[in-house]
């Protein structure tokens, strides 16, 4: 069973920032790629961010100049560096990997950004 246990959510003032990590409990090179996905109060859950195996990544285009996702492969962990934060950042953070067919979740971490 694999987990991923996100952390390093929190409130932040508008323009300030939060560095997210999510740990797995195997290998992150075992997955086809490790994804950051977010889901503000009435909306659908979106994609932020997406690091594959060979460590191409791609962003959510209003969020590609703000966020970075990077790894630490010896630690397991993949992480979401977030810049000048805004209020309508305020979400539920979600890490999320998948190697076909399957894919898993974490619980989720509370990014709430004030203005």
């Known amino acids: 069973q694999v987990q991923l246990v996100e952390s390093g959510g929190g409130l932040v003032q508008a323009g300030g920032s939060l560095r997210l990590s999510c740990a797995a409990s195997?290998?992150?090179?075992?997955?086809?790629?490790m994804d950051w996905y977010r889901q503000a109060p009435g909306k659908q859950r979106e994609l932020v961010a997406t690091i594959t195996t060979d460590g191409t990544t791609n962003y959510a285009d209003s969020m590609k100049d703000r966020f970075t996702i990077s790894r630490h492969s010896g630690e397991n962990t993949v992480f979401l560096q977030m810049n000048s934060l805004k209020p309508e950042d305020t979400a539920i953070y979600y890490c999320?990997?998948?190697?076909?067919?399957?894919?898993?979740w974490g619980q989720g971490t509370q990014v709430t950004v004030s203005s």
């Open positions: 999320h990997a998948f190697t076909r067919p399957y894919q898993y």
């Open positions: 195997r290998s992150i090179f075992s997955f086809n790629a």
